[in-house]
């Protein structure tokens, strides 16, 4: 398999110093959807915030208490969504420096109302890797402000990878969470992500000045506004993919991933295919395509011309 950013190469569990008042230290955890591993960020020089402490893993664990030097101690742990890769070392750090979790709520939090409905269907299928037992102490809103000593950070709300994911300004800097990635387009796989509000999320982050994106997972994306508009294209470009092959008769979400992803590694495709069902969903909302059936993962889609 062709790597798709060989020259980053942190090593796992050592802290790299990545700019002023920030490090970052990489999980063993690395995986085809995780990349190396998920990214752990530890932000300040006293008090310190944990941003996706990572999987419940003891090494990891032990690799982030070892990093506090003498005067740090962690103050805030904070999830940007809740997958098992970046919130489930959340409850055992927060139990051992008594400092709160925070996020913007439990895994259900922030799904938007056409997944509600599909998972209560049970007919997407769906919820691999999610942290269902994951309950921040905290809550933050979009807009919040989390002040420590010597940093702050501004909440923003960006559904589409995860309904409770969230984004953290830190000035010019975003931590992106899973929702932006260099190396990979992000998995939105309903019902826990939704393309409707991912596309939505990257608009917005669109219009703002930012300078550098750090991911959940990868190297820091030092042109994070071209990226965004990589990212929006790609999306677009896959939908009308996706409406074309339609174009020849009705088809399921598997078939048309091994028609549109036709460089896609084999150990990919299922997650292609998550990504082309999500766009079948979009489409069912937007009128242009319609299951034959009901609206199930397993469902044919046809194209509706007016
Ligand atoms: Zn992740």
Known sequence: MIDPDPDFKPLVGVADEIDQGLRRVLAPNPSPMTFRGTNTYLLGTRGIAVIDP??????????????????????????????????????????????????????????????????????????????????????????????????????????????????????????????????????VSPPDGDLSDFMASCRRLRAMPWRRFHPGHGAAIDAPLARLDWLIDHRLSRETAILAALNEGPACSQALAHRIYTTTPAHLMPAATRNVLAHLVDLTFKSAVAPIGPLAASARFAHLKN
């Open 54 to 187: 990572g999987p419940d893993d003891p090494a990891h664990l032990a690799a982030l208490l070892a990093t506090l030097l003498p005067g740090q101690h962690i103050s805030h742990i904070i999830v940007t969504h809740a997958h098992l890769d970046h919130s489930p070392l959340s409850r055992r750090l927060a139990r051992i420096t008594g400092a709160p979790v925070l996020a913007f709520g439990d895994a259900l939090a922030g799904r938007s109302a056409i997944m509600q409905q599909l998972a209560a269907s049970g007919l997407v299928g769906g919820g691999e890797g999610v942290d269902a037992a994951f309950a921040p102490d905290v809550i933050t809103q979009d807009g919040a402000e989390i002040v420590g000593d010597g940093w702050r950070l501004e909440v923003i709300h960006t559904p589409g990878h995860f309904g409770n994911h969230i984004s953290l300004g830190w000035n010019d800097t975003l931590f992106c969470g899973d929702l932006v990635m260099g190396w990979a387009s992000s998995l």
